[in-house]
C-alpha cells in the first residue's frame, strides 16, 4: 500500500475529486495548506494576482492506495490538476504499512478496497 499526497491548486479540487472518483479511489483527505516550491512563492498567481507573501495557500490531498492503483492516481491528478503554470503543485509517493477500518476491524487492502471500485472504473474506461 502507498499514500499518494498532492499538492494542488484549491481551484482544481472538484475536478480532481471528480476523477479519482472515476478511477476507483475509495476515499481521501483533504486539508489546506501553505508552501512554496522552488520559486519560492513569487511569480505564482493566486486568485488573479501575484502573492505577495512567499507561502501560497494550497490543498493537501491524502490518498492511501494498493501498489497496483499508484500510477493511474497520480496520471489523473497530473491530468487534472495541470495548468502549465508554475505552482500547478507537487505529489509525493511513500510508503504505508498498515491501514485499518475502525468499523469491522478489516486491515490491509480490504480495508481501503471500496467495493465499487472496479464497476466505477470499467465505466471509466468506456467513457
Ligand atoms: N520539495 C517539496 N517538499 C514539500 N512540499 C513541496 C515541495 N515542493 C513543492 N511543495 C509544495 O507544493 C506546492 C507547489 O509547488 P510548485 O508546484 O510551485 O513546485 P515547483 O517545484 O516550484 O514547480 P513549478 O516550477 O512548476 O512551480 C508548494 O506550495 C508546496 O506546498
Ligand atoms: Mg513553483
Given at each position: 500500500m502507498k499514500k499518494i499526497e498532492a499538492i494542488i491548486r484549491a481551484f482544481k479540487l472538484d475536478e480532481v475529486k471528480d476523477r479519482l472518483w472515476s478511477v476507483g479511489v475509495g476515499g481521501m483527505t483533504v486539508t489546506e495548506a501553505r508552501?512554496?516550491?522552488r520559486q519560492r512563492g513569487h511569480s505564482e498567481f493566486y486568485r488573479g494576482a501575484e502573492y505577495p507573501v512567499d507561502l501560497v495557500p494550497k490543498?493537501?490531498?491524502e490518498i492511501v492506495v494498493n501498489d497496483d492503483e499508484v500510477e493511474r492516481v497520480v496520471e489523473a491528478i497530473c491530468d487534472v490538476a495541470r495548468t502549465d503554470q508554475t505552482g500547478d503543485g507537487?505529489?509525493?509517493v511513500t510508503p504505508v504499512e498498515e491501514v485499518v477500518r475502525i468499523r469491522t476491524g478489516e486491515r490491509g487492502p480490504?480495508?481501503?478496497h471500496a467495493d465499487v471500485r472496479e464497476a466505477r472504473l470499467q465505466a471509466y474506461r468506456r467513457s
Open positions: 508552501g512554496h516550491g490543498l493537501a490531498l507537487k505529489i509525493f480490504s480495508a481501503i
